[in-house]
């Protein structure tokens, strides 16, 4: 039986291209409006350094205004407008498979699909779960150093006061002032999620690609069981739209894709080794990167989730997150 080889079937560039796309359109996280492709990111992807700066104008203070009278002695001062600046950190990604693997399963007329698909899979949950720990990052950070003003905690609570429900999600969206109805996502764990369903709280609408999108009272779902559990206490967390930025390009110098030859191995028999490569940055709106505690070229998953790494620049309500802390069950 004739056996596809990886060399057959990868056009590099071709195959780059259709993994950065098609991890962008397949992912629940952009479906949903949660996070949002921003094209200086992508543009600051292929400049030198490891990190960038994103200045913003803070809004005009609500100062009372002036009482004018008829002295001509009488002089108004004016007020200036603020700056301020977030940091974002870029990510230099990678990852290889064997294709002594890949060829036996992807053997026939749809191989180049298939290795195409696997691949731009493989980024797209991989990017969500930096996601994700990003925001465990944010969370503890807003714990230690903004007296946790964007969370909502009632996991202390006595009985079913405790428990995961529409209520206290409204609580958690309160915290965002009088921005609390653009949120539009919800993440939760997979346990939280089943909690939800057994209430009838989701509900299914088509996508645009013929699937389904799970909803809470209208806000799209994200289910990912990276979002943190301690003793029983399950953080979710809401989002309002474009919450979060993000770009995803190929490297600059290096191929984003490339498949390797090692003629000997297999005692001679060949393999083939297929290398994606991407640059990208995910940052959530109004924080600054600080590099607290990073010890490679870019942050792993684990570094993303410390608070020393980030740093809240911005008034509450002018982020579009909010984290709810809470259990499955009533406590005892």
Do not use: C
Request: hydrophobic residues 45%; without cysteine.
């Amino acid at each position: 039986m004739a056996v596809v080889q990886l060399a057959d079937v990868i056009v590099p560039t071709v195959f780059t291209d259709y993994v950065v796309q098609n991890t962008m359109e397949t992912s629940a996280l952009v479906q949903a409006g949660i996070v949002a492709r921003n094209a200086a990111m992508e543009q600051q992807l292929q400049a030198g350094a490891d990190s960038f700066a994103v200045p913003f104008w803070n809004d005009i203070a609500d100062d009372e205004a002036n009482i004018t009278n008829d002295n001509p002695a009488s002089t108004a001062t004016p007020r200036k407008i603020g700056t301020g600046k977030q940091v974002v950190r870029k990510s230099f990604l990678h990852n290889s498979w064997s294709a002594m693997n890949l060829a036996s399963e992807l053997a026939g007329a749809n191989a180049l699909q298939r290795i195409q698909d696997r691949a731009a899979a493989y980024w797209t949950r991989q990017l969500q779960r930096r996601l994700i720990s990003s925001l465990n990052g944010i969370l503890a950070d807003n714990v230690a150093n903004d007296s946790g003003d964007m969370v909502v905690d009632i996991s202390g609570e006595t009985g079913a006061a405790a428990v995961f429900s529409a209520s206290a999600v409204i609580d958690a969206a309160a915290t965002m002032g009088d921005q609390m109805g653009a949120v539009s996502g919800i993440a939760m764990h997979s346990d939280v999620y089943t909690l939800a369903l057994k209430n009838d709280m989701i509900e299914t609408i088509p996508d645009s690609q013929g699937g389904m999108i799970r909803t809470f009272r209208g806000m799209a779902v994200i289910v990912d069981d990276l979002l943190p559990v301690s003793s029983g206490d399950y953080t979710t967390v809401l989002f309002g739209p474009g919450a979060v930025g993000w770009g995803l390009t190929a490297p600059r110098i290096a191929q984003g894709t490339e498949v390797e030859n090692l003629p000997g191995a297999g005692n001679g028999g060949g393999q083939q080794i297929l290398h994606s490569r991407i640059n990208m940055a995910m940052h959530p709106a109004g924080f600054q990167w600080l590099e607290g505690s990073v010890a490679g070229e870019s942050p792993t998953i684990a570094e993303l989730a410390l608070a020393a790494n980030w740093n809240r620049v911005v008034e509450r309500k002018a982020v579009g997150l909010a984290f709810l802390i809470a259990r499955v069950e009533a406590a005892a």
